[in-house]
């Protein structure tokens, strides 16, 4: 899998740094991607959170501070490879366990995102809310939420969030889709559409899959 440099990423990420990684040819950069934007003036969709989800609190400096169940498949989704730059910089944001119908879905929420959007609930109130999340939990994981482990929380987002389909800005839902993002890079699988969210802590693009409904995964509409 194609990465940016693990130093480099740490770099522009912790310290807000405004160099440009060195990019795979068919990796599409920020630049590309705003240019794309400004050229089809695509239509913003409003989302928000349909449902709490279950996070893990980043209470370390490194990857190695995130248990191994959750560690092993973080970013696997969308192939996003963390560093321990990242992790140190998003310290008391959470890793998102959210689960596809195909696997988990694990990934970090940067914390200025975290910080403003979220809000903390009760685990109970996820077992109760988001009984497809807990169906499809990975035992591990599943275990961990049983015994109420130390670290578990409930989190929601509370706002709307505006996306851009990458098919309206001139993507083909037919074709893989790589792109560069705040901790890295994403990558859309081919044979359907992603959604691109402008993250106003990194402002930077980064992508959300489609689940199996069509919409953004873990998203309903807003209106």
Same mark, same amino acid.
């Given at each position: 899998?194609?990465?940016?440099?693990?130093?480099?990423?740490?770099?522009?990420?912790?310290?807000?740094?405004?160099?440009?990684?060195?990019?795979?040819?068919?990796?599409?950069?920020?630049?590309?991607?705003?240019?794309?934007?400004?050229?089809?003036?695509?239509?913003?969709?409003?989302?928000?959170?349909?449902? #709490?989800?279950?996070?893990? !609190?980043?209470?370390?400096?490194?990857?190695?501070?995130?248990?191994?169940?959750?560690? $092993?498949?973080?970013?696997?989704?969308?192939?996003?490879?963390?560093? $321990?730059?990242?992790?140190?910089?998003?310290?008391?944001?959470?890793?998102?366990?959210?689960?596809?119908?195909? +696997?988990?879905?694990?990934?970090?929420?940067?914390?200025?995102?975290?910080?403003?959007?979220? !809000?903390?609930v009760a685990l109970e109130e996820v077992a109760a809310k988001n009984s497809r999340l807990m169906e499809r939990l990975i035992p591990e994981v599943k275990a961990m939420y049983d015994a109420k482990t130390e670290g578990l929380v409930g989190a929601l987002k509370t706002v709307p969030v505006e996306m851009i389909r990458t098919s309206a800005i001139g993507y083909s839902n037919d074709? #893989?889709?790589?792109?560069?993002? #705040?901790? +890295?890079?994403?990558?859309?699988?081919?044979?359907? $559409?992603?959604?691109?969210?402008? $993250?106003?802590?990194?402002?930077?693009?980064?992508?959300?899959?489609?689940?199996? !409904? +069509?919409? #953004?995964?873990?998203?309903?509409?807003?209106?």
């Amino acid at each position: 899998m194609r990465t940016i440099s693990k130093s480099l990423a740490g770099a522009v990420v912790a310290f807000g740094l405004l160099a440009s990684p060195v990019l795979s040819a068919d990796v599409q950069n920020q630049e590309t991607l705003a240019a794309r934007v400004s050229e089809h003036s695509p239509a913003k969709e409003p989302y928000i959170k349909d449902r #709490p989800i279950l996070g893990w !609190t980043l209470s370390g400096d490194s990857l190695q501070d995130i248990p191994g169940p959750i560690r $092993d498949v973080l970013g696997s989704t969308d192939a996003t490879k963390y560093d $321990d730059a990242y992790v140190a910089a998003n310290k008391g944001s959470i890793v998102a366990l959210q689960m596809r119908k195909d +696997g988990p879905d694990f990934y970090i929420i940067g914390k200025e995102t975290f910080d403003g959007k979220y !809000t903390v609930v009760a685990l109970e109130e996820v077992a109760a809310k988001n009984s497809r999340l807990m169906e499809r939990l990975i035992p591990e994981v599943k275990a961990m939420y049983d015994a109420k482990t130390e670290g578990l929380v409930g989190a929601l987002k509370t706002v709307p969030v505006e996306m851009i389909r990458t098919s309206a800005i001139g993507y083909s839902n037919d074709a #893989p889709l790589t792109i560069q993002a #705040p901790w +890295g890079e994403q990558t859309k699988p081919e044979g359907q $559409d992603a959604f691109l969210v402008w $993250d106003t802590g990194e402002n930077q693009y980064y992508m959300v899959n489609q689940d199996e !409904t +069509g919409l #953004p995964i873990s998203y309903i509409p807003a209106n």
